[in-house]
DNA sequence: GGAGGATCTGTAACCCGGTTAAAGTTTGCC
DNA sequence: GGCAAACTTTAACCGGGTTACAGATCCTCC
């Protein structure tokens, strides 16, 4: 109340800034390691990678995919989705299928075991924010859901002047996200774009 | 307001949950990716990790550190804290230095190069996080700061079991941080608290 | 309608950072 | 004084990334 209208910078002597600098740093490791890796190896028998499981979580809520749309949507290069690939593959996780139209490509399409994993992967992640989220009354949830999201949309919005870096945000398999709106020159989704008819 | 004494979950479907998921998982990458690894190349002559950074602002902020220490910090074996402190050595960033005391250790000091390097990085971090808080009103960044820090430090209070996995949470260098009092088993804090007379 | 360039995937060789196992020093205890 | 313990480093390996290049297929154009 005191200093509700003081300008959004300068009075604090950056020590909010500092402050969210340390916390999201935190939080930027935690949910890689708690909400991530480690449900991974929880979930899966061979140890599979973060990249591994975004690929299969792509093509099963999204569908077939050819191995460049997965090179963009990972953010690395060719050789490294097909590596990937291959991995998953001799886990039989995925297929490698031919498409007639163009047989210079390669389709990747999920198994039924490749789905159950990530079905079982998705239902960890959410029974481990569970007890997080039951620590937040509905008003608050609802105002930490806003915030996180115009913290994270305005900070690609503002900070992305390359256009290369790819988030893995997965905004593509979700229909209504609203990073999808910040991130028009998405790698990904320029791919998406080009190989659709 | 119609739904504002909703049970904290149950009501919402889920929906809550998932978006926080997702929202969360793309907060992650791009902190990582814009205010930590984008940064660090700009302000880095040779390529650093950011475990290498970590590193060099550990000793720079709080001192000296032995190897051990170095290692319990990073969440890393031993081997892979003398493999990082070898190339900042040679960039003659840190050095390392005996002690008297029990020269069976390696001292990790700070050079001046080292310093510079890490109050560069800190200060465009700083400069790169401004405008995404000029986006926000006094209050909501007060608001965002205590969400922030609420989440993060249930979700760690929550969801570690295992006493292994470390955050790199640099709680340490940094003195009133709320994160350290969940972390009472963190590994780095115990190699400290073991090594300290 | 075939030659040749473009495009897509996969292979080879390498790099970097992680791991475990084991070796090298130094210390402390009996 | 010898031997176990502690700490760091070296060695050998692994996984996932990179670039350069090879192989296959398609498209264009003469």
Redesign the pocket.
């Known amino acids: 109340m005191i200093d509700s209208n003081r300008p959004p910078f300068g009075g604090n002597g950056n020590h909010l800034a500092r402050r969210v600098l340390r916390i999201s740093h935190v939080l930027s490791n935690a949910v890689q390691e708690i909400l991530e890796k480690r449900l991974i190896r929880e979930t899966a028998e061979a140890?599979?990678?973060p990249?591994?499981i975004h690929l299969l979580k792509l093509i099963s809520m999204n569908g077939d995919h050819?191995?460049?749309e997965i090179a963009a949507f990972?953010g690395?290069?060719?050789?490294?989705a097909?590596?990937?690939?291959?991995?998953l593959a001799r886990l039989e996780l995925l297929r490698?299928v031919t498409p007639e139209r163009?047989?210079?490509?390669?389709c990747l399409r999920i198994t039924p075991k490749g789905r159950a994993l990530v079905e079982e992967y998705e239902a960890r992640r959410l029974r481990a924010l569970e007890p997080v989220l039951d620590a937040f009354t509905p008003e608050e949830g609802r105002e930490l859901s806003r915030l996180l999201e115009k913290f994270v949309t305005t900070l690609i919005r503002v900070e992305t002047i390359d256009t290369r870096s790819c988030l893995r945000c997965g905004a593509f398999y979700e229909g209504e996200c609203p990073v999808r709106g910040v991130t028009g020159h998405c790698p990904y989704e320029r791919a998406r774009r080009?190989?659709m008819p």
């Open positions: 140890s599979l990678s990249s591994q050819f191995v460049g990972l690395v290069s060719a050789p490294a097909s590596k990937n690939i291959d991995k490698r163009d047989r210079r490509n390669t080009a190989s």
